[in-house]
């Protein structure tokens, strides 16, 4: 049997393009215990039952899966996002930007080592963001193609009261507003 205080093997790529990142320029003050006490486990962690059904498409359908395999993939896939999401956020605050977006995350995955997945997340990316474009594109053309304007939000109510929601329609439907029969 294998010495259990021997380490484990790492299962990250190996391999850098880059050289490592500089370190920071002030020391990240890290949580205390009161603080982490203050999220509970839903809240740092992925659903269990998504995690679960990823899970299950990626063995074969006779293949069953035990509890503890479930909860110890969902911690490990949750640290890990958090990990990559940690760098994305302090790139981000270094910039003076509050929102993070895709590159962020392929520029932190690469800065962490994980630059192996770079060529495959750029892909997946730039699909994603194809298929958002379809879809916004296909809503606009079917809302040309009805006549079909958005209603109005909550917060636009007030300007409805003042006369202005013909505007407000027009605006979001980007495009003439037919009017309805009575």
Partial sequence: MADPSA???????SGSALPPAAPPA????????????EF???DRWL???NVARIMKNSLPRTA??????????????????????????????????KTINGE??????????????EGVLKVYL????????????????????????????PGDKREAERGGADELVRKRAKGPVQKARK
């Fill in 7 to 13: 380490p484990l093997p790492s299962l990250a790529p």
């Fill in 26 to 37: 002030a020391p990240a003050i890290p949580f205390t215990d009161a603080q982490v006490d």
């Fill in 40 to 42: 509970r486990e839903q």
């Fill in 47 to 49: 659903p269990i039952a």
């Fill in 64 to 97: 069953k899966i035990s509890k503890e395999a479930k909860e110890c993939v969902q911690e490990c896939v949750s640290e890990f996002i958090s990990f990559i999401t940690s760098e994305a956020a302090e790139k981000c605050t270094t910039e003076k930007r």
């Fill in 104 to 117: 962020d995350i392929l520029i932190s995955m690469r800065a962490l080592g994980f630059d192996n997945y």
């Fill in 126 to 153: 730039a699909k994603y963001r194809d298929h958002l474009a379809q879809q916004s594109a296909q809503r606009t053309h079917k809302q040309a193609a009805t006549g079909y304007a958005p209603e109005l939000a």
